[in-house]
């Protein structure tokens, strides 16, 4: 079965620092993976998307993610930290029947002034 | 552009009570999907519609849930005698075709005394 794994549940980081949120994933077929965002009293947004072409995705507010087959990997990174981005960001994986996306537990991030 | 919308947003009630919540999906997209969010996890799928069909339930879903799409347009998602267990947000989201980029509502949050 489809699942990811986000290590760390909060991380906390200044602004203008890198961001780096991590996601692991399992999957019996070659995954479509995403990165959502939510940002308190709003629903989730998607941030970006890797389908199986480049392996590096760009996405909004400068956010982009790493597809590393070998490391089953798909970490979020951002150069800089904007104290906008404080919000809960979540990594998913669609069912191998490309049926639904399976969500990982999420990671708050903090941006420190 | 109208996004996906959620009501009630807020319900309280007491256990052993029925509750229904309705979510209008963006009219072009033709695949519905609920979830339920509790505090410090991600979403958990619950069930989804392809038009009018009801294509999947996850085995969180028990005898005392039912969720309808009449007509392939809004749905409802009904809790039939309610418990503690059942408080949580429950979010819609719909999409055109697989899965792909979910448009999630704001969530409706049900809390159960």
């Known amino acids: 079965a489809q699942s990811v794994t986000q290590l760390g549940s909060h991380v906390s980081v200044s602004e203008g620092a890198l961001v780096l949120l991590r996601c692991n994933y399992s999957?019996?077929?070659?995954?479509?993976l995403f990165w959502y965002v939510q940002y308190p009293n709003q629903g989730l947004q998607l941030l970006l998307k890797?389908?199986?072409?480049?392996?590096l995705v760009k996405g909004i507010n400068g956010f982009e993610a790493e597809f590393k087959k070998s490391e089953t990997s798909f970490h979020l990174t951002k150069p800089s930290a904007h104290m906008s981005d404080a919000a809960e960001y979540f990594c998913?994986?669609?069912?191998?029947?490309?049926?639904?996306?399976?969500f990982g537990a999420g990671t708050i991030l903090r941006v420190k002034s | 552009d109208t996004g996906v919308s959620q009501n009630p947003r807020h319900k309280i009630t007491k256990r052993g009570q029925n509750v229904t919540f309705r979510c209008d999906p963006i009219?072009?997209?033709?695949?519905l999907y609920w979830y339920r969010q509790t505090l410090g996890q991600g979403p958990e799928f619950l069930t989804y519609?392809?038009?009018?069909?009801?294509?999947?339930k996850s085995r969180l879903l028990s005898d005392r849930f039912s969720a309808e799409r009449p007509k392939g347009s809004f749905s409802t998602l009904e809790i039939q005698r309610t418990e503690q267990g059942d408080s949580a947000m429950y979010l819609c989201?719909?999409?055109?075709?697989?899965?792909?980029?979910?448009?999630f509502g704001e969530g409706s949050r049900l809390t159960v005394l």
């Open positions: 989201a719909s999409s055109f075709g697989g899965p792909g980029e979910l448009f």
């Open positions: 999957s019996s077929v070659p995954p479509y």
């Open positions: 890797y389908t199986s072409a480049a392996t």
């Open positions: 998913a994986v669609e069912g191998e029947y490309g049926n639904k996306l399976v």
């Open positions: 009219s072009e997209h033709n695949r």
């Open positions: 519609f392809q038009n009018e069909a009801q294509l999947e």
